[in-house]
C-alpha cells in the first residue's frame, strides 16, 4: 500500500486484553472503504476479461456490475490487514499470527465496523524454579531381584514342547480349530481360524477361551462365549455375544532352559557369571533410566504447579492437534479401525486440552529459566557430543557427522534440554532413599 493508504483513518478501541491476547473493536469511515472498492474497481477493469471487450477495455459501470461483490470483500479485506496492524501497533502488542477476525459488519455508504483478537508470547517472571524438592529412590539390585529376571530370560527362550499331561492348563500353549457364531446361531464367515496356537496365560487371550479349553484333552471340542464391548475394534465383533466352536489340536508347554555356563554360552557369553553380571547392570541402567525419569517428572510437575498464566490458545490447539495425530498413528499401526481411533481421540478431548495447556506453559517455563540463567550450547558441547557417539559407534564415524550435519538443530534442542536439566537438578533439594529392588507378583 502507498503512504496514504498506510495512514488510514480509522477509531480502535481496546475491548479486552490479557497476558496473552488481546480484543480491540475497529471502526473504518465510509470514505476509505469507498476508495479502496475505486481502486479494486480499476484492477478489475484492467485483468477482469468480459464479454464483448477486449481486455481493459471494459466500461468502468459494466466492470462494477459484474464485479461489485468482489470489489467489495477485496476492499474490506485490504482495509482490514492495514487497520488492524496499525490498531495493534498502537497498542505496542507483538502478535504470534496473523489476528482472528470475531465479528463485522459493513454496508455500502456505511462505517465499517469489525472486531478482532490477537494472541501473543506472554511475559513471565519463573518462581520457585530453584530448591525444588526432589524424592529420588534408588532401587539396588538383590539376589531375588536378580534371580527373577535370569528367570525372565530362561521364560523368554524357553522351547515348546508336548504338554507332560495330555491336559490344558492355564498355562498351556492351545492349537485350536474354531468357527464364530453369533446368537442366533448364524455363522460368521470371516471369523474362522485353522491351527489357531492361543496361549491360554497371556492377559491378550480372551478370557472365555481360557475357561471354556481348561482341562481339556487333545481332539476335544469345546463352546467358549465372548461378550465384546461396544466399543471393540473389529466391528464384526463389537458389542456381540459370540459363540466360538473350537477343536483342541494340540497341547504345549514351555521347557526352560537350565540356569548354567550352557545356557550363558547360548546367549553369547562366556560363563554364567558373565550372564549375571551382564543382567545386573542390565537392570541397574534401566534402574538409572527410571531414576532420572521420574525425577525429571517430579520437576515438571513443580514448575508447573508453581507457575500458572494463560497461555495462547492458538499454540495449546497447534499441540492438541500434534497429540491426536500422535494417537491416531499409534493405534493405526495396532491395526485399530479408524471409526474406533475417533471415537476415542472424542472421549479423551478434555484430557487432550489438558495436556496441550501443560505442555505449552512448561515450554514458556522452561525457554525463560535457561534465557534467566543465561545458559547455552557451545560448539564445544556439540563436538564432545559427536565425540561420544563416535566411541559409542567407532565404525560409524562418517555417518555419526554426517548425522550431525543434517540434524545439528535437533541436536541442539537435545543438548539444550539436557543443561537446563541438569542445571535444575544442581539446584534442587534432591532426598535419595535406597531400597531393596522391588520383586514383580507372582502370577
Not at 462505517?111 to 483478537?117: A, C, D, M, R
Not at 537446563?420 to 507378583?441: S, W, Y
Amino acid at each position: 500500500m502507498d503512504q496514504e493508504k498506510s495512514k488510514m483513518e480509522f477509531k480502535s478501541t481496546v475491548a479486552d486484553r490479557k497476558l496473552c491476547s488481546i480484543t480491540i473493536d475497529v471502526e473504518v469511515s465510509p470514505e476509505i472503504v469507498e476508495k479502496e472498492m475505486g481502486d479494486a474497481y480499476k484492477l478489475f477493469q484492467q485483468q477482469a476479461r468480459v464479454d464483448g471487450f477486449r481486455q481493459g477495455k471494459a466500461p468502468i459501470n459494466l466492470v462494477k456490475e459484474k464485479f461489485a461483490q468482489d470489489a467489495k470483500n477485496r476492499a474490506i479485506e485490504n482495509v482490514m490487514r492495514n487497520t488492524v496492524y496499525h490498531s495493534l501497533a498502537k497498542e505496542n502488542f507483538v502478535p504470534i499470527d496473523f489476528p482472528v477476525i470475531d465479528d463485522f459488519d459493513y454496508q455500502i455508504g456505511q462505517i465499517l465496523k469489525y472486531s478482532f483478537t490477537a494472541e501473543c508470547h506472554p511475559y513471565i517472571e519463573v518462581k520457585n524454579y530453584k530448591d525444588i524438592p526432589v524424592k529420588k529412590e534408588i532401587f539396588k539390585v538383590t539376589e531375588k531381584s536378580l534371580g527373577q529376571s535370569l528367570d525372565a530370560l530362561r521364560d523368554r527362550n524357553a522351547k515348546l514342547v508336548p504338554s507332560s499331561t495330555g491336559i490344558v492348563t492355564d498355562k498351556s500353549f492351545v492349537s485350536v480349530d474354531y468357527d464364530a457364531f453369533d446368537d442366533k446361531g448364524v455363522a460368521i464367515a470371516e471369523i474362522t481360524a485353522k491351527n489357531h496356537m492361543m496361549d491360554l496365560g497371556s492377559d491378550n487371550t480372551m478370557k472365555g477361551f481360557a475357561k471354556a479349553l481348561k482341562g481339556a484333552k487333545i481332539g476335544d471340542e469345546k463352546e467358549a462365549k465372548v461378550e465384546y464391548p461396544s466399543d471393540y475394534p473389529n466391528k464384526t465383533l463389537a458389542g456381540k455375544k459370540i459363540t466360538f466352536k473350537t477343536k483342541v489340536l494340540e497341547i504345549k508347554e514351555k521347557e526352560l532352559p537350565e540356569l548354567n555356563d550352557d545356557f550363558a554360552k547360548d546367549m553369547g557369553l562366556e560363563s554364567l557369571e558373565e550372564l549375571k553380571n551382564k543382567v545386573k547392570e542390565s537392570i541397574e541402567s534401566e534402574e538409572k533410566r527410571r531414576q532420572e525419569s521420574d525425577s525429571e517428572k517430579q520437576v515438571v510437575e513443580y514448575l508447573v504447579e508453581k507457575n500458572k498464566f494463560d497461555v495462547p490458545q492458538s499454540l495449546v490447539a497447534q499441540q492438541k492437534d500434534l497429540l491426536k495425530e500422535r494417537m491416531r498413528s499409534y493405534f493405526k499401526n495396532q491395526g485399530v479401525s479408524a471409526d474406533y481411533i475417533e471415537k476415542q481421540i472424542e472421549k479423551g478431548e478434555a484430557k487432550f486440552k489438558e495436556e496441550a495447556e501443560k505442555n505449552v506453559r512448561l515450554s514458556y517455563i522452561l525457554n525463560k529459566i535457561y534465557e534467566t540463567e543465561n545458559l547455552a550450547v557451545t560448539d564445544a558441547d556439540l563436538e564432545a557430543e559427536k565425540n561420544r557417539m563416535k566411541e559409542s559407534n567407532p565404525a560409524r564415524s562418517e555417518a555419526v557427522d554426517k548425522y550431525f550435519a543434517e540434524k545439528k538443530d535437533n541436536i541442539m534442542l537435545s543438548l539444550k534440554e539436557t543443561k537446563l536439566f541438569k542445571f535444575l537438578f544442581d539446584n534442587a533439594k534432591i532426598k535419595e532413599e535406597v531400597k531393596d529392588m522391588p520383586l514383580k507378583k507372582e502370577e
